[in-house]
């Protein structure tokens, strides 16, 4: 299994940029992708999620309106497209490998569990 983040980078407050994690060594018939992200100090947390076999899609509140995630089966490819980013924003964007996109309940962190394969990450800074 092989993921990798593509895209981060330095944007100024309301700007946009999109992630892009290429993945290799599994279907996505059979698993889901997911967003995280982490800065220093803090855990890290689900951003979003999606399902390319039964087209579910799952934000984290904060991002709801702003990110926008696709993906593309044939390529093996899935986006995040963030747009009006913030201050906040600003953390390394870690793609992965998930069994399901929104589940609920114990063993599911930000409507995902906790996953199987990472990527290396891909810094995002948002400057003020």
């Known amino acids: 299994v092989q993921l990798v983040e593509s895209g981060g980078g330095l944007v100024q407050t309301g700007g946009s940029l999109t992630l892009s994690c290429a993945a290799s060594?599994?279907?996505?018939?059979?698993?889901?992708i997911g967003w995280f992200r982490q800065t220093p100090g803090k855990e890290r947390e689900g951003v979003s999620c999606?399902?390319?076999?039964?087209?579910?899609?799952h934000y984290r509140d904060s991002v709801k309106y702003r990110f926008t995630i696709s993906g593309d089966k044939a390529k093996n490819m899935v986006n995040l497209r963030m747009n009006s980013l913030k201050a906040e924003d600003t953390a390394v964007y870690y793609c992965a490998q998930i069994s399901s996109c929104g589940c609920a309940g114990y063993g599911c962190y930000d409507g995902m569990p906790i996953p199987q394969s990472w990527g290396q990450g891909t810094p995002v800074t948002v400057s003020s």
């Open positions: 060594g599994f279907s996505f018939d059979y698993y889901d």
């Open positions: 999606i399902s390319l076999r039964d087209g579910i899609i």
